[in-house]
Every structure is written in C-alpha cells, then in structure tokens.
C-alpha cells in the first residue's frame, strides 16, 4: 500500500519569504497526485492536481505555485509568503485505476 | 458545480449515543461517495466509501452510511459512540473516472463525545 510523506511537519515563515513544501509517494506508481488547504471549519480547499509528470492543474488563483519533477514528487511554492497562506498543507495520493485518494500528515504553515 | 454540504459544524454527545452526520452533495451525473476522519493530531483516513452496489455501506469502527439517491445524501451513522470517535469527520464526492478524479470536500463536522 502507499505511504505518503510530507516535510516539513510544521514552518514558521516571515511574510515575503520563499516556501518549499515537499511531498513523496511510496508504494504506488503514476499516481495521481493533489494538494489541499485545509481551514478550521472551512474543510479541504484543492490548490492543485496532477495526472503526470510536468502536469499541473491549478484549481484556484493564489500566491502558490506546483511542480511535479519526479513520478512520486510533488512540490508546493511561493517566491513571496503572504499572511494569508498561512494553514494546514495536505498533500493525498490517488493510486492509478483507482478512486480514493490517500492523505499523508500535513505540513502546519504560519506566515508572520 | 459539485458541492458538498455538512450541516452540523460540531455536534456533542455522550457515550453511547446514537450519531448520525448528515451530508448532502449537488452533482448531476454518477458519483462516488466517501467518509473521511480526521482524529486529533492524526492523518485524515478512509472510514468509509460508496462506489455501486448495496447502498449501506459498512466501514471501519462499527461507522455506517447510506447511500439515498432521491435525496442527494450520504449520512454517517453509528449506534454507540465512544469516547475514542471525538474527531472531525469529512464527507466527500467526486465524479468516477473523470480524469483527475477531483474530490470534492464538505466543510467537516466536529464531533465531541463526553466520557
């Protein structure tokens, strides 16, 4: 079974700082692979998904960005932090011919 | 557009009373159906799914839901809580076989028990 790992586990960032949130897949291959916000009480935001390597779709216009430079790697990005990204990060594989998808831990942002 | 609506933002109860979550989704065509759960400090995991089939489905920790089709719903049951099921609780659809497989998410429900 897959086993998805996200680092860092937490990050405390000024305001227009970089941000490098990484996400890897174990266990499965051409995965599906997303990232989501979630917000106390606002539920699980998708910010974007990709079917393949290079393949990036972005669901809502934001100060992020992702790539996907491996297979199983995913990355989240911003040249310039805002206060409002700050958040939970989860990052969910969806194995191929399959229609559930997998969360790994979360990375916990605050932006100050 | 898909939408997923969880009424009960928290909802409390004691041991061993009966819960039962409600979620309502809006999409016109076939749909998958999911519960997620999300217990304090934890990773957010599968309870529970409808594909096809038998409408009642069974998941994991003695939880339920079914599947009204006429109704656009997908309620979370469970006979007897415990103290252990204080978690938030995420319903969820998405549309099969659609490329990416989007799953669209319901705001969560907060469940406290009272020991």
């Known amino acids: 079974s897959q086993t998805i790992h996200q680092w860092p586990a937490t990050l405390v960032q000024p305001v227009g700082s970089p941000l490098s949130l990484e996400c890897t897949v174990e266990g499965t291959s051409n995965p599906n692979l997303y990232w989501y916000r979630q917000a106390a009480g606002r539920g699980l935001q998708l910010l974007f998904y990709?079917?393949?390597?290079?393949?990036i779709s972005s669901e809502v216009p934001q100060n992020l960005s992702a790539s996907r430079p491996q297979d199983r790697q995913f990355i989240l990005s911003s040249k310039k932090l805002l206060l409002s990204d700050s958040g939970f990060y989860l990052c969910a594989c969806q194995p191929s011919s399959t229609d559930t998808q997998y969360f790994g831990p979360g990375t916990r942002l605050t932006v100050l | 557009a898909q939408s997923v609506s969880q009424h009960n933002h928290h909802v409390i109860l004691s041991e061993a009373a009966s819960l039962e979550l409600g979620c309502n989704y809006s999409?016109?065509?076939?749909?998958?159906l999911f519960w997620y759960v999300q217990y304090p400090g934890q990773h957010l995991q599968l309870l529970l799914k409808y594909f096809s089939g038998d409408p009642l489905v069974k998941g994991i920790k003695g939880f339920e839901a079914e599947f009204i089709k006429s109704k656009f719903s997908f309620n979370l049951r469970k006979p007897s809580v415990q103290w252990s099921d204080t978690a938030e609780y995420f319903c969820a659809v998405n549309a099969p076989y659609s490329s990416a497989s989007k799953i669209i998410f319901g705001s969560g429900t907060r469940l406290s028990i009272r020991p």
């Open positions: 999409y016109g065509g076939t749909v998958n």
């Open positions: 990709s079917v393949g390597i290079g393949q």
